[in-house]
């Protein structure tokens, strides 16, 4: 009995089937993920986004994988060679690899031998060789001689009988299975640099002479290999075992010969039926099954990497927001200055400046001067710092400023402008600030993403921000898929005040796309703030479907205090029985612990709203329209280290969290270079994924393990009572701490991890934030080749 789609994804999550089908009646139904999340919890039985998310990419890919077997069933009999048990295997296939290794024998292709041979009436000879190997394969194949079809000669004959077999050897779809599966468990990944492309090729001489079993392989390094062997520096072999100065078939060979009944029993026809074995799987299986792998590893690799990213991201969007302060923005900068920009608690930009404190011009106290008048004339109460070129200068610029006017109470922060400049080049950039010059927009930006990181991250593409790791390297469709779903889960997640979020902001919340999002804001620009949920229904286009979705995600402090809530309007009449029950105002009941846990959410639980909801709706009253983001907080670069010459092994230093990748994290310490925690140097307990003890933004204490000057390389430690290496050590940390917890066999030993997976030594970088995790540290590392284009060439 074949298993329903819904079936499948239920086996697979751990969960009821009936729980499956509603969800996916309600996605196909046009609800969004955190909807139905949020709001939907009685009808999935308690479904989470997590559970949600997979199961609506299983749902994706068990279509695509049940249109496919149509097209193929459907291909099949029009060719007339379906039949119950072809049938039967197709309909049974679970994936879309054993589908297609099916299809293969019937998959229309351009005139093969085997097809020349065949139309040579070369079929029998092929069949009779195999199937009695006591013949002479040339006494059998004189018989076959026809120069009219194209046979001149017996060698000819056995050539096409040889192509028939092959082709039915390699089209075996359980065999290749079998033979994929064993090569995938036991072979690996073997790379070997090019002749004369050691100089050039120096950021991969990790994978000179490497190789490694394809289940150990982490995505980082598959994806370094790929991008060597693209660049021409690395040629890539995938070897189904480990060499063996063993003679004698190999054991793909024989397990092909085996399901064939080839064996050497010393009869006519074993050695040639032998050699056909040999051919078909050097010339046929091994090329197929190569290219499978080739692309296992790399989807492999490039799921790890999207999940990377995806993760990164999230906890850059959810970063502290500092809140509603006043803010001092600084873009840094040599010749072309620092640009200012104020923005006052909403944001808004009162003012803008450049000031020329470094060099060429050297005028500090006149840029002194500057800040300090805007400062003192806006109450500013944060100063942002951009963490580029010039950063750690203009950090002591604005460390002057605090000092001299200690009553401004004013805070400095560092903040990663990575996609400033993309932002300030945007159209939406163009609309929002018209009549700004680009180069002072990033001022504004970096201003903004200090006072609320999500609200201004939005605006900009997410492969623009510099979390990832080769994210040019993967897959366009896939990687922007997630990375969405990771903006929407944030953006509904924490909730947005519909007047006050710009239109990308509002675009990201559940049922609203760029178009509504636009006429929201235009409805707001005509007609004033919205005062209640209600007044939505105004909106040009913004229809039942629509409002169902975005209502419980907008927050508007109007008339209503439950609009100010994530209580979702559909649910009001819930909370006026409880002020009800309580004989008080809906007001009143808002905020009120003491009545609120008085309540029992058993009571209000009717045929629409279960106890889910009712439980939510408590919890949310309780503490309304609160911000599920950690508390603002920075961390404290210490004086005298401003460059990675300034550091020495066994410092110990303060320095926040820019990025995780599969083997550690970098940690920014104030020198312009982030530093690297391996992941073996994360705790004393074995550490299987680094995210699991820290994730950007962390604020952290690290100690100085090895710092190699020349690769701008930095090892450092969590583990604070570890030994720092001695002064002189050219790096090496990463390849103990490997040893340490457990040697490979030398020829399959990983690589010394690379800030940029095999990329090489990094460029010179600037620090990262360090209240956040706005963070672009493999950007900078290599990992990710994205970033703004100012971020690459640097400013002057």
Sequence with gaps: MTTSIEGRIAEELGVRERQVKAAVELLDGGSTVPFIARYRKEATEMLDDAQLRTLEERLRYLRELEDRRSAILDSVREQGKLDEALEAQIRAADTKARLEDIYLPFKPKRRTKAQIAREAGLEPLAEGLLGDPSVDPLAAAAAFVDADKGVADAAAALEGARAILTERFSEDADLI?????????????????????????????????????????????VLAMLRGEKEDVLDLVLEPEEPSDEPGPSTYENMVAR??????RGRPGDKWLGDTVRWAWRTRILVHLGIDLRLRLRTAAEDEAVRVFASNLRDLLLAAPAGTRATLGLDPGFRTGVKVAVVDATGKVVATDVIYPHVPANKWD????????????????????????????????????????????????MVSEAGASVYSASAFASQELPDMDVSLRGAVSIARRLQDPLAELVKIDPKSIGVGQY?????????????????????????????????????????????????????????????????????????????????GFLRIRGDDPLDASSVHPEAYPVVRRMAKAVSGEVAALVGNSSVLRSLRADDFVDEKFGLPTVTDILKELEKPGRDPRPAFKTATFKEGVEKIGDLAPGMVLEGVVTNVAAFGAFVDVGVHQDGLVHVSAMSKTFVKDPRDVVKPGDIVKVKV????????????????????APQASGGGQGRRRERAQGARPPQQRAPRERRDGGGGARQAAAPAPTNSAMADALRRAGLADGGSPRDRRGKR
């Design 259 to 264: 399901r064939f009944g080839v064996a050497d």
């Design 705 to 724: 393990m090895d710092v190699d000057i020349p690769r701008k390389r930095i090892s450092l430690t969590l583990r604070l009572d570890d030994e720092a």
């Design 177 to 221: 299975g079998e033979l994929r599966e064993r090569m995938w468990s036991r072979g690996r990944l073997a790379a070997k640099v090019r002749d004369g492309k050691e100089e050039a090729g120096a950021k991969f001489a990790d994978y000179f002479d490497f190789a490694e079993p394809f289940t150990a392989l982490p995505s980082h390094r």
């Design 366 to 413: 006149e840029s002194l001067a500057k800040l300090e008048r805007l400062a003192k004339e806006h109450s500013v109460d944060l100063i942002a710092i951009g963490n580029g070129t010039a950063s750690r200068e203009t950090d002591k610029l604005a460390g002057e400023l605090c000092e001299r006017n200690p009553e401004l109470e004013l805070t400095k922060v």
């Design 471 to 551: 994210q040019h390297d993967l897959s366009e469709v896939k990687l922007s898929r997630s990375l969405d779903a990771v903006v929407e889960d944030c953006v509904n997640g924490v909730g947005v005040d519909v007047n006050t979020a710009s239109a990308p902001l509002l675009s990201r919340v559940s049922g609203i796309g760029s178009g509504l999002a636009e006429n929201i804001v235009a409805h707001r620009d005509a007609n004033g703030p919205f005062r209640s949920r209600k007044a939505l229904k105004d909106v040009a286009r913004l229809g039942p479907k629509a409002y169902e979705q975005c209502a």
